[in-house]
Nanobody
Framework: QVQLVESGGGLVQPGGSLRLSCAAS????????MGWYRQAPGKQRELVAV???????NYADSVKGRFTISRDNAKNTVSLQMNSLKPEDTAVYYC??????????????WGQGTQVTVSS
């Protein structure tokens, strides 16, 4: 069983920065994709950023140029560097991994979420 644990959330002023990290415990054969989603109160969960096995990234339009996703394959971790934060970035941020086993079957794993609050 794979468990994901996020860290790095908190309260920051508008224009500030935060770095989120996500690490896994458990046996992992291959990680096909690692991503970050967020959910603000009263809104649906949305994709923030995703990075594939070869390092190809994709970002939500609302965070392009401000957020950077990166992965460390040796340590099985993924990070999200968030700069120039805005109040509308306030949400619970979730780590999501698409993990494959030796037979190629894929499994979707989620972290428990970490709160990011941008406020003066």
């Amino acid at each position: 069983q794979v468990q994901l644990v996020e860290s790095g959330g908190g309260l920051v002023q508008p224009g500030g920065s935060l770095r989120l990290s996500c690490a896994a415990s458990g046996r992992i054969f291959s990680i096909n994709a690692m991503g970050w989603y967020r959910q603000a109160p009263g809104k649906q969960r949305e994709l923030v950023a995703v990075i594939g096995r070869r390092g190809i990234t994709n970002y939500a339009d609302s965070v392009k140029g401000r957020f950077t996703i990166s992965r460390d394959n040796a340590k099985n971790t993924v990070s999200l560097q968030m700069n120039s934060l805005k109040p509308e970035d306030t949400a619970v941020y979730y780590c999501n991994w698409l993990v494959a086993n030796a037979l190629g079957a894929e499994y979707d794993y989620w972290g428990q979420g970490t709160q990011v609050t941008v406020s003066s």
